[in-house]
């Protein structure tokens, strides 16, 4: 990079930087924390996962958390921006380059091969030694809210964000099909955080869905440590013996705090 294409790409971090701080807080984790927590908190109490409500201060800590998160994505974002430019990835930007039926398969193959790297760089960071320092940021939400998505050590920030550039320049995807996986991601991880079962029972049991991680399997996540590692699905939980259903109680949570 020369000194222009570096003023360039800081200019590019400068402009992306307070589109995904604002956007992410005002709109999904604003909306959706102030519709459960705050307007319809009585309608929904029943689907409260645990009674616990997080405080004031813990939502506090989980934006300044996110705070270092978003920068780096943002870094992470102006390079996968100069990446497709360049034609360094397999992005395509013409419906026409592959057969219809592609696209759908490009956009699952990404989420398969993603879902993998989340739940083994997840089940790494809770590796004694490496929890301490890399994930217990976002392990100090025992509650989360829509909030505790991004908030997470800068290390942890860097490993999650890894993945995007690899999985570009791996799998041909069509431009709006990867915006609408950022906007797909982050959906899935705001309902996981969400604190609130908001599918109806019985949902998570059909077909292939059973295989879908869910807002109470990631909740259980924050609070048993040691199971349900998977992102999008339950996958490796299954084959690796990791998966639970079982919600502790508050007092077996308390004795397994920070492990
Ligand atoms: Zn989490
Ligand atoms: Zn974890």
């Not at 800081?10 to 930087?17: L, M, P, Q, S």
């Not at 409500?53 to 921006?81: K, N, Y």
């Not at 497709?84 to 990835?89: A, K, M, S, Y």
């Not at 992005?91 to 759908?104: G, L, M, R």
């Amino acid at each position: 990079m020369n000194g222009s294409e570096i003023i360039d790409f800081i200019k590019w971090v400068a402009i992306i930087f307070p589109i995904l701080y604002f956007g992410y807080f005002l709109i999904p984790c604003g909306l959706s924390y102030y519709y459960f927590y705050v307007f319809r908190f009585e309608k929904f109490k029943d689907r409260k996962i645990y009674a616990e409500r997080p405080t004031r201060a813990d939502v506090w800590r989980e934006i300044r958390a996110s705070t270092s998160t978003i920068f780096i994505f943002s870094i992470g974002t102006a390079l996968v921006r100069e990446m497709i430019i360049n034609g360094q990835t397999l992005v395509y930007f013409d419906w026409d380059a592959y057969p219809w039926w592609y696209h759908i398969l490009g956009f699952f193959l990404i989420m398969v091969v993603h879902d993998a790297y989340l739940y083994w760089t997840h089940r790494f960071m809770h590796i004694k030694g490496i929890f301490h320092r890399v994930h217990l940021t976002h392990h100090r939400s025992l509650y989360p809210t829509p909030f505790a998505v991004f908030s997470s050590h800068p290390i942890e920030a860097v490993i999650a964000y890894t993945i995007i550039p690899l999985l570009l320049i791996m799998i041909p995807i069509h431009l709006w099909l990867l915006i609408f996986y950022f906007i797909y991601n982050l959906f899935t991880n705001i309902q996981g955080h969400l604190g609130f079962e908001i599918f109806p029972k019985g949902f998570f049991q059909l077909p292939l869905i059973r295989f879908s991680a869910t807002p109470t399997s990631h909740q259980i996540h924050h609070v048993h440590f040691n199971k349900n590692y998977g992102g999008y699905f339950n996958f490796w939980d299954r084959v690796m013996g990791t998966y639970s259903e079982e919600k502790p109680s508050s007092r077996k949570i308390s004795a397994i705090r920070f492990q």
